[in-house]
């Protein structure tokens, strides 16, 4: 069995920021290939307030992009809605970049926390958080992959990681 549980995380939840990381599989890796299938396919993803906060920031206009969250979501904390989708159920900001035959997100710097994430996730319970992988991506387990370290959480998902706090 595909073994999802990736690190053990220690916040300061006062000071946003990371105490301790204790690596569960430290033979973990991933590369994104910019397939965009299984995250950006599978309709939009959520948006909480810091997420419009940053898009509003980059020059977005919610009222052109985001669509009130179905009942399960709008539960979730902070949640404003969805981002809205194409007619194929894709994100509306995924591109499709047919020279270099991968795909792009329009608002990449911009985009909401669960695709900055993506495919980890973070279940947090107190000060302490449990870094996932979501097993359907394609770029997990890659031997070309970056090997999901410290550095790795630091570098890659850390701002992320701290906005869920």
Known sequence: MFDLEIARILFDRERKRILDVTILRGDFRFRCKRCGVFCCMLGGPIIKRIDLKRMVDAGLNPSKFIEPA??????????????????????????????????????????????????????IEGDEGILRVIPCCNGLSLSTGEKVDRRFIEEHLLDSLLENL
């Open 70 to 123: 179905e009942r399960r979501f709008s539960q979730q904390r902070d949640v404003v809605g969805v981002l809205k989708q194409k007619d194929d159920g894709s994100c509306i900001f995924l591109k499709y970049d047919e020279a270099a035959e991968i795909y792009t997100c329009e608002i990449y710097e911009a985009r909401p926390n669960v695709c900055r994430l993506y495919p980890f996730e973070l279940l």
